[in-house]
């Protein structure tokens, strides 16, 4: 079956240290993929996405690749802020299945100053 | 633009008493609507999709039920809740199309507490 597995967290880092926070998943054909940020007592918004293979998702300064080879969206960023502090899932979503996402189990990351 | 709401954000309700939570889409037509639960310390699980008005399907056996009385209206219920129940409940919508790579937006959520 479709399944999307994430690093456990917590991840802990300073401020403006090189984020990444690995995605694998298992999926037949070519899903799309998504990463969603969850702050805290909040619900979840759409981080960034990527619908085809070697495409490259990028927002606030967050980018992840599709790649179909290894099968995995890893997140990625630069220089971390404390804002950037929140829980992170990442998700697939098959085409022609009324767009039901299946969830990794989160990753919490804490920024520290 | 497109806006999803879902009320009450927060709620403490007995063992064995009714629920009620409901959400409202925005700016779409026809969309696409769901409801996760998040369990605490826990991913994210799917409750109920639907495709249209009436149109409910659920993806885990449960204490709850979903209705959708009108095209962008839908409700999760209740009639006796347990402590399981507890959680924290996502409405979200979808629309299906070429260019939406079926995206899914949340709502703001609703913190239910079972006591």
């Known amino acids: 079956g479709n399944s999307v597995t994430q690093m456990e967290g917590p991840v802990t880092l300073s401020e403006e240290a090189f984020l990444t926070i690995n995605c694998t998943y298992t999926?037949?054909?070519?899903?799309?993929l998504f990463w969603y940020v969850q702050y805290p007592g909040e619900g979840l918004q759409l981080l960034l996405k990527?619908?085809?293979?070697?495409d490259k998702g990028s927002n606030k300064g967050f980018e992840a690749t599709y790649r179909k080879e290894t099968t995995s969206f890893h997140l990625e960023k630069g220089s971390v802020q404390v804002s950037d502090s929140a829980v992170y899932f990442c998700?697939?979503?098959?085409?022609?299945?009324?767009?039901?996402?299946?969830f990794g189990q989160g990753t919490t990351l804490q920024v520290k100053p | 633009s497109q806006t999803i709401h879902q009320w009450p954000a927060t709620l403490v309700q007995p063992v064995g008493s009714p629920l009620s939570l409901e959400c409202t889409v925005e700016?779409?037509?026809?969309?696409?609507l769901y409801w996760y639960r998040q369990a605490a310390g826990r991913g994210l699980q799917l409750l109920f999709y639907?495709?249209?008005?009436?149109?409910i399907s659920s993806e885990v056996p449960q204490n709850l039920s979903a209705s959708r009385p009108q095209d962008r209206q839908f409700i999760l219920s209740s009639k006796k809740l347990l402590l399981s129940d507890s959680g924290f409940y996502l409405c979200?919508?979808?629309?299906?199309?070429?260019?939406?790579?079926?995206?899914?937006?949340f709502g703001e959520g609703s913190w239910l507490t079972v006591v």
């Open positions: 999926a037949t054909g070519y899903p799309s």
């Open positions: 700016g779409t037509s026809n969309p696409n």
């Open positions: 990527a619908t085809k293979a070697d």
């Open positions: 979200a919508w979808s629309v299906e199309g070429p260019t939406s790579g079926n995206t899914i937006y």
């Open positions: 639907s495709v249209g008005i009436g149109q």
């Open positions: 998700a697939l979503s098959k085409a022609g299945n009324t767009g039901k996402l299946i």
